[in-house]
């Protein structure tokens, strides 16, 4: 019913305002959405999506590990802290966090102990990291795969990257416009399209998004919405990081990753598990060497924790 929703109210504004409706040219007008349920309880999904991995890889190297988040902000990954080491990075120091968050207390903030670009990761060496975390992080990023090339960058050969992205189907994303691996691709291929689609990005997320948080009853109160666009397009404190650049669902998802292994170079990787909430989608790479033979399907979790990359393969 969303889906159909969806590309009914995006045929209903070209027609109204004889114009292409904006960003549907990143993707497609509805969201491969169906009803996926949860495989696995909170307790279950967390103890097994860091602690389980992290330990065999504690267990596998015979040391403590050395972790990094980035983007933690007041939600700081729950680790097995007496198997790893974090470091937490973000876009600016503590300071610069509360003046972009007030609503949240100064107190409760990861303390940045890298100040970098989330996209570049210039502040970190090549190869410092054995776990990366990003949690509801790439879907804020304009440059989506550059992030990820710069995230395996960071890792140590056999280090694992953590992800978690929002299910568009089930949030108050489900009527943005779908994002492509096209789109992904275009902008990877040609990087100056990433300014280029900009602000078009932050159009098709004002009508789409204010629709769905109901902020705007109509998609078509343009005033409203495109206000609210240039508002933050026009923030340098706003721009990058408060908009969801794009979207993904479950199958997207696991085909973007897909695609990436083959598109990103300059490192290798396998896809160790893929899990689903209502919510959200939490992937886990591996880095591996690039003329290694475990690229592929091969996994280092137990038999219980592989049926997650059915899921995985299914959805491809």
């Given at each position: ?225 495109f206000e609210f666009a240039q ?82 393969d299914a959805l491809l």
């Open positions: 019913a969303t889906e159909a929703a969806s590309r009914s109210a995006i045929f209903a504004w070209e027609g109204k305002h004889k114009e292409r409706y904006p960003g549907i040219d990143f993707g497609h007008a509805s969201a491969e959405c169906w009803d996926i349920g949860d495989p696995f309880d909170s307790f279950q999904w967390r103890r097994v999506y860091y602690h389980e991995h992290m330990r065999r890889l504690h267990k596998e190297l015979g040391r403590t590990l050395v972790g990094l988040e980035v983007g933690a902000l007041h939600h700081p990954a729950p680790v097995p802290f007496s198997l790893v080491n974090m470091t937490y990075a973000d876009s600016t120091d503590s300071s610069g966090l509360r003046m972009k968050y007030p609503e949240v207390n100064a107190n409760e903030f990861a303390a940045a102990h890298i100040v970098t670009d989330a996209e570049t990761l210039t502040k970190v060496d090549d190869a410092s990291y054995d776990v990366l975390i990003e949690s509801h992080l790439l879907e804020h990023t304009r440059h989506f795969l550059l992030a990820l090339q710069n995230g395996l960058r960071v890792l140590k050969e056999g280090g694992l990257y953590f992800i978690m992205l929002p299910n568009m189907c089930t949030t108050f994303d489900r009527f943005r416009v779908q994002t492509s691996w096209e789109h992904l691709l275009l902008e990877y291929l040609q990087p100056s399209l990433v300014d280029t689609n900009e602000f078009e990005h932050h159009r098709e997320w004002a009508l789409s998004h204010h629709t769905s948080t109901g902020k705007y009853e109509q998609r078509e109160d343009l005033p409203g919405a508002k933050t397009f026009s923030s340098p404190m706003l721009r990058r990081y408060y908009i969801h650049y794009h979207t993904f669902t479950p199958r997207s998802a696991a085909q973007i990753f897909a695609a990436a292994r083959v598109v990103i170079t300059s490192s290798a990787f396998e896809v160790v598990d893929f899990y689903h909430r209502q919510t959200d989608m939490a992937i886990v790479l591996r880095k591996v060497n690039k003329t290694s033979n475990q690229v592929g399907r091969k996994s280092f979790m137990t038999p219980s924790v592989l049926t997650t990359r059915d899921i995985y």
